[in-house]
């Protein structure tokens, strides 16, 4: 079985290379990204199962981002990562598609957890429209 | 009872205010309940980390190296910091729980890396 690709998009180093390697230790077959200019190119590229997409407080092109992703590709699961101050932008970034969101800090194993049902649920629809 | 552990890859992170990385277990004083939690932090921030350690309701830090302002604000919410520890953090936590661990110890794990 393949791993389930996953993109991290972050803008903060530090967290992103942390973020990546953990989840590389855990199966998961992650790079990281940027910016929307670098996600674009590697959605076109390596096409991610998963996008987790770090949503900073005012930071409207964070959600832009996730506008971007979603019109490349309506099909793709993004997690949401909130933080503090970033709660509207998450409703906003729920109400523009994102599969779930998770306030910040981030603990891991709910992370994961979040990655395999978003991975879940997109194997389900491939399913039931190759069934159709 | 709630423990954290500052760690940077295995090993405890060298400085609290620059951690970006914590595991919190829960225990009884002598065995763990439950699977650690791994908590990733967005900003190297010993402040923000505070406010995890004491909204998380933790009475006990594993850490390396402590500012003595943040060591001082946990006494005083009687949060026990075990402070400048070098080595491994599942090392760490074992010696914690056999109540074996000190501030400023090198861990023999510490010799291995």
Excluded at chain 1, 5 to 15: A, C, G, H, M, Q
Excluded at chain 1, 28 to 34: C, I, K, L, R
Excluded at chain 2, 80 to 86: K, L, P, Q, T
Aim: net charge negative.
């Amino acid at each position: 079985m393949q791993p389930i690709r996953v993109l991290t998009i972050t803008k903060n180093e530090d967290f992103s290379d942390i973020l990546t390697d953990r989840l590389r230790s855990w199966g998961f077959d992650a790079t990281a990204a940027d910016n929307s200019h670098e996600a674009l190119e590697t959605l076109l590229v390596r096409p991610p199962d998963v996008v987790v997409l770090n949503l900073r407080a005012d930071h409207d092109d964070d959600l832009e981002t996730l506008r971007l992703l979603k019109s490349r590709n309506p099909d793709i699961a993004i997690i949401l990562l909130t933080c503090k101050g970033a709660m509207a932008s998450g409703i906003r970034g729920l109400e523009l598609g994102a599969f779930d969101s998770l306030p910040q800090p981030v603990e891991l194993g709910e992370l994961i957890e979040k990655i395999h049902l978003a991975h879940q649920r997109l194997v389900t629809a491939d399913d039931r429209s190759a069934a159709t | 009872m709630k423990i954290l552990l500052t760690i940077q890859d295995t090993s405890i992170a060298p400085r609290f205010d620059q951690a970006t990385e914590v595991m919190i277990a829960e225990h009884d004083g002598q065995r763990l309940h439950g699977e650690p939690r791994t908590i990733i932090l967005p900003h190297r921030s010993a402040e923000e980390l505070s406010d995890l350690i004491v909204k998380e309701g933790v009475d006990c830090v594993i850490c390396g190296g402590i500012e003595e302002s943040y060591h001082k604000f946990f006494t005083w919410k009687k949060i026990r910091v075990y402070d400048g520890i070098i080595g491994s953090h599942a090392e760490a936590l074992q010696r914690f729980l056999k109540g074996q661990l000190l501030s400023g110890m090198i861990l023999p794990s510490a010799q291995d890396g």
